[in-house]
């Protein structure tokens, strides 16, 4: 996969397309490490919402890496 800008994801789930993996991880990580806006992370997970999320794209939001820092570690 090429390098994906933020931006370019949130229009892929405009058009209601899903996300793979590696787009998914992406945008969680993008998400998680301070790396996007609020206005990009409430327009994420509206678009999100509206399209449906599918089992590949919740399975990449939970990936190991993010969840130890979730954890605060």
């Given at each position: 996969?090429?390098?994906?800008?933020?931006?370019?994801?949130?229009?892929?789930?405009?058009?209601?397309?899903?996300?793979?993996?590696?787009?998914?991880?992406?945008?969680?990580?993008e998400i998680m490490h301070g790396n996007a806006m609020q206005p990009e992370m409430a327009s994420f997970l509206t678009l999100l919402k509206e399209k449906g999320e599918t089992v590949e794209e919740i399975t990449a939001f939970a990936s190991p890496e993010d969840i130890f820092i979730w954890s605060g570690f």
């Open positions: 996969m090429q390098d994906p800008s933020f931006e370019s994801l949130l229009k892929k789930l405009q058009s209601k397309k899903d996300l793979n993996s590696e787009e998914a991880g992406f945008c969680m990580h």
